[in-house]
């Protein structure tokens, strides 16, 4: 298994405090010689310093350590305000190596304040948590794909320790059970997704695997069915079965084509049951896949004609 090095998240005092002019020099520009600092220029007063102060530091305690934050009420540190020429409030200021290197004023909304802080970090020299993570993600799909589905499912428990709300990682779950035929398992982890990416496309593409899985497990003899489609192609149940069938055995071109063939000779058989199956099998693969390109581009030119 991939060792992700996640460890434990700093505590909010290793993060986060306020300072004075006393000790500026000390929480600032010397703490920033070795990771940013961002300072927040504030005062009680100010309405629109009383939601970004706690919007900075979510985004910080998210950094987990790869920034650190300093709030500065400006009535009480008016000289360090003066000299860094602070005229409106909130003023937020990144500092690393002992100068200021970003800022920006006003509130913003919470996308440009973690925007503001992956530049920092990265301007730094470092790597956002995001950035760490996704890349944990990709190394998990690889395993995924060479067939190590254990150590998949172990690598992204480890990463949704660190984010529970990482989409790739959750869907990656799901299909790594999947993946080791433990359909009951992934059917549990999918049902309880967070409701903030429960309709994400990767919890989307998930749910569509499942389901096919599941489809799997009652799929008739390939043989059989193509012999009865063979010999009466308009039975539609028997061409159906063997999409299904196809699927299961790996040949999802194969399972495209009997579907859309079915579609071609009725489109509303079964409530609409070959189309719905196409959905199900596309939902399923990336939206770049050949045979999903190749399938959406057949069956719209089926129902355009």
Not at 189 to 204: K, R, T, V
Not at 228 to 237: G, I, K, R, T
């Amino acid at each position: 298994m991939m060792d992700l090095n996640l460890s434990a998240a700093p505590t909010d005092a290793d993060l986060i405090k306020d300072t004075t002019e006393a000790t500026f020099m000390a929480d600032v520009v010397e703490a920033s010689q070795t990771v940013p600092v961002i300072v927040d220029f504030w005062a009680p007063w100010c309405g629109p310093c009383k939601t970004l102060g706690p919007q900075l530091e979510e985004a910080v305690r998210a950094a987990k350590g790869a920034v650190k934050m300093v709030k500065v009420n400006v009535d009480e540190a008016q000289m360090i305000a003066g000299q860094l020429q602070i005229q409106s409030i909130p003023t937020v200021y990144a500092f690393f190596k002992g100068q200021p290197v970003d800022g920006f004023q006003g509130a913003v909304p919470q996308s440009e304040i973690k925007a503001f802080i992956d530049r920092v970090v990265k301007a730094a020299g470092g790597e956002a948590p995001g950035d760490t993570l996704d890349e944990a993600v990709a190394a998990a799909e690889e395993m995924l794909t060479e067939g190590a589905a254990t150590d998949a499912a172990q690598t992204f428990a480890a990463i949704l320790g660190e984010d529970a709300n990482h989409a790739g990682a959750y869907g990656g779950m799901v299909r790594a059970h999947i993946a080791m035929g433990e359909l009951d398992q992934a059917e549990a982890i999918l049902n309880g997704a967070p409701a903030e990416i429960s309709n994400s496309p990767e919890l989307e593409a998930a749910h569509a695997q499942l389901e096919l899985a599941r489809q799997a497990e009652s799929a008739g003899p390939q043989d059989e069915l193509r012999s009865a489609v063979e010999a009466s192609p308009d039975d539609h149940q028997a061409r159906f079965d063997l999409a299904l069938a196809l699927h299961a055995g790996g040949d999802v071109d194969g399972a495209v084509a009997e579907l859309l063939e079915l579609f071609r000779r009725d489109r509303e058989w079964n409530e609409g049951a070959a189309k719905t199956q196409l959905f199900t099998i596309f939902d399923a693969l990336k939206p770049n896949d050949p045979v999903v390109l190749n399938g959406r581009r057949k069956l719209s030119s089926m129902i355009f004609a």
